[in-house]
């Protein structure tokens, strides 16, 4: 499992590539697509990926091209949970179709084609988003997915009652 200080090493650094190399970024934008991936494995590699672990080489590939995509300039302070809360706008505190979708996720690799789609339509509708600890709990979801479900239900259903106290 990566250390929290691996990731957001990781993560800072493809923010501080977006302002200063496009080429790189173009690449991270398509690394989500089995097809395109290959082109940011020196990146991973230099970063200590283990390329032959499809696991966590697809997940850092994953958040490569959502941190590429997104508008945001730095790592957000939102997750997982309170990111599908927010951009679904649900006040019954009932799950919304695609977050009860991540949440069924049975291993890595489902997940993470879950999480592709999931990912952008969040990006864009909420922003602001942890991409650190999105990445930290997609690794933890191997052997801790339970924890992991337990906590992004969490996270949502907290704000539900947060803004009912307000």
């Not at 995509?69 to 179709?97: C, M």
């Not at 991540?102 to 291993?107: C, F, G, I, P, T």
């Not at 990445?135 to 479900?149: E, G, M, T």
Request: aromatic content about 12%.
């Amino acid at each position: 499992m990566r250390s929290k200080e691996f990731i957001k090493k990781f993560v800072d650094y493809l923010f501080s590539l977006k302002g200063k190399d496009k080429g790189l970024v173009a690449y991270f934008k398509r690394a989500d697509k089995e097809v395109s991936e290959w082109k940011i494995w020196q990146v991973l590699y230099r970063f200590g990926v283990d390329l032959q672990y499809d696991d966590e080489r697809r997940a850092f590939a994953l958040i490569g091209a959502c941190i590429a995509k997104s508008k945001q300039n730095t790592n957000g302070s939102v997750g997982l949970g309170r990111a599908f809360h927010i951009a679904t706008d649900k006040e019954d505190g009932n799950f919304s179709p695609r977050f009860m979708r991540v949440l069924s996720a049975e291993n890595i690799n489902e997940l993470i084609v879950v999480l592709r789609p999931s990912l952008a339509y969040l990006t864009a509708k909420c922003g602001n988003l942890d991409f650190g600890g999105i990445l930290y709990d997609i690794l933890a979801f191997k052997n801790n997915r339970d924890d992991v479900r337990k906590r992004w239900a969490e996270n949502y259903l907290g704000d539900v009652e947060e803004d009912e106290n307000e």
